[in-house]
């Protein structure tokens, strides 16, 4: 995870795309408050426009502030595809220049897609793999431990179609391939891995029942599509006023105690719930949206 430690993105609760080929919604993206922007060149880019696209991204970083290319990933098209070689090397020369944090890889399958990749970027640069297949499960624990990955993400749509699943809105099918990355990421010692998105961004609903079921499954962030869904997404990931002030009450108890293991409310404090507590703390030192 070489480059992670000094990235707001390890801490990020929200990811929101936008298109690599719309400059000008660059900078509103970043604006909206997301922990993460994701300058896609994958999906949102028409095949004819890619090379257009990616030649006009480091114009387009340039003119931003440093604090804000800090918070910039591109998803670049995967591997296999006839622009992956020509989108590896481009994005390997803007995190070079200081204009992007890393990349984002989509259908990762193979770690040694992931090894060329952080050679590309050097150590400077973090991978987000996006697991979207059968294959990409199978390899996940691999894939987790791979050099300079910052955390996992999950490509919830895609990993349907390419198990020909019918999930309901709940995605209760997909249970244990969430745990699966949840598993990998803790086995590799990475942050908290990505949740996928919403496709229905009107759905307030829709979204703050996804979020909550992220959070109760032990993920860290959401993929958004639409800057309407970062301020409750980030709200939904982040601890509540009630665990802030138990996390704050048991640092409290540790410093008065000195140290060692104590008693809050008739329960033991020991290293494992102070680990919680600073975590929970961690996570509301995020700037909001």
Known sequence: MSGAADTPLALARTFLFVPADRPERHARALAT????VIVDLEDAVAPERKAAARMGLAASFAALPEADRKRLLVRINAGGTPWHDDDRAAVGELVAQGLIAGVVLPKAEQPADLRQLAQAVGPRGVLVPLIESAAG???VNELAAAPQVLRLAFGNLDFQ??????????EAELVPVRLALL???RRAGLPAPIDGVTPDWRNAQRLAADAARARRGGFGAKLCIHPDQVAPAHAALGPNAEELAWAR?????????GGGVVSLDGRMVDAPVVRLAQRLLALDAQAPP
Do not use: H, M, Y
């Open 33 to 36: 408050g997301a922990g993460g």
């Open 137 to 139: 499960l199978e390899a």
């Open 161 to 170: 179609a390419d198990l020909g699943l019918a999930c309901d809105a709940d």
């Open 183 to 185: 598993l990998a990421s």
């Open 249 to 257: 009450r048991v640092i409290d108890a540790i410093r008065t105690a």
